[in-house]
């Protein structure tokens, strides 16, 4: 099965309010971290990555959360605007630097209601 | 700079014939990934090219799949005898490499084999 998946593959707020949307991986070797998002018809935009020697790191406007304990890691994206519409995938690597590929989750789909 | 770049963006074939799909990657990156998507779903690796290192094929669904990157920067994904099955966007991805994990993606090609 999937090693990263999330926990709503469907998440639809209202506009100023804060999002936050959930992954979970099982690999427990993964030691870095990345969140895409996707707009209809365009290619992944990377918005922020953390690694596994960290448990927060903010952004603009978003910030990640990583539970090692739990294995679970969170996007959290503050006043959201009809513009954050679109799927946000997580993705985890892991291999301690011999490894470079990413293993992407589903993604969700995030609906901004104005 | 520019970001990544694929042609074409929308590929639309017969059964049975072969395509190419290319993909220009930010100048100076050294790592480049080929990925497919399917609609709805998450990203499925196909290939990555680091440098001049042997390139990791494990994602190729077949082997009418293969690539090239010729002098570390365009890189050519080939399709023989297109199945309907392989209709999906394809996307190009590429990075600094070492231990800079982030990939920037290029919009993608829509292939449609009918």
């Known amino acids: 099965g999937e090693s990263v998946g999330l926990h709503l593959p469907t998440l639809s707020v209202q506009e100023g309010d804060n999002s936050i949307i959930n992954c979970a991986y099982s690999?427990?070797?993964?030691?870095?971290f990345i969140w895409y998002k996707q707009e209809s018809g365009k290619g992944p935009q990377f918005i922020i990555d953390?690694?596994?020697n960290m448990d927060k790191r903010q952004g603009q406007r978003v910030t990640v959360l990583l539970n090692k304990t739990v294995k679970h890691l969170s996007l959290q994206i503050a006043a959201t605007q009809p513009g954050d519409s679109a799927v946000y995938f997580c993705?985890?690597?892991w291999g301690g630097g011999s490894n470079y590929k990413l293993t992407f989750g589903k993604g969700t789909l995030l609906t901004v209601n104005p | 700079g520019a970001g990544v770049s694929q042609s074409p963006s929308n590929k639309v074939t017969e059964k049975g014939k072969d395509v190419e799909l290319r993909c220009d990657p930010i100048?100076?990156?050294?790592?480049l990934y080929w990925y497919r998507q399917s609609l709805g779903q998450g990203l499925e690796f196909l290939i990555y090219?680091?440098?001049?290192?042997?390139?990791?094929k494990s994602g190729l669904p077949s082997d009418r799949f293969s690539a090239e990157r010729t002098g570390g920067s365009v890189s050519t994904l080939t399709i023989q005898r297109t199945q309907q099955e392989d209709s999906a966007v394809y996307l190009c991805?590429?990075?600094?490499?070492?231990?800079?994990?982030?990939?920037?993606f290029g919009p993608g090609t829509r292939l449609t084999v009918t």
């Open positions: 690999n427990s070797a993964s030691d870095y």
């Open positions: 100048s100076g990156h050294t790592a």
């Open positions: 090219f680091q440098g001049n290192s042997a390139p990791d």
């Open positions: 991805a590429s990075s600094l490499g070492g231990r800079d994990l982030r990939q920037y």
């Open positions: 953390i690694r596994s």
């Open positions: 993705a985890e690597n």
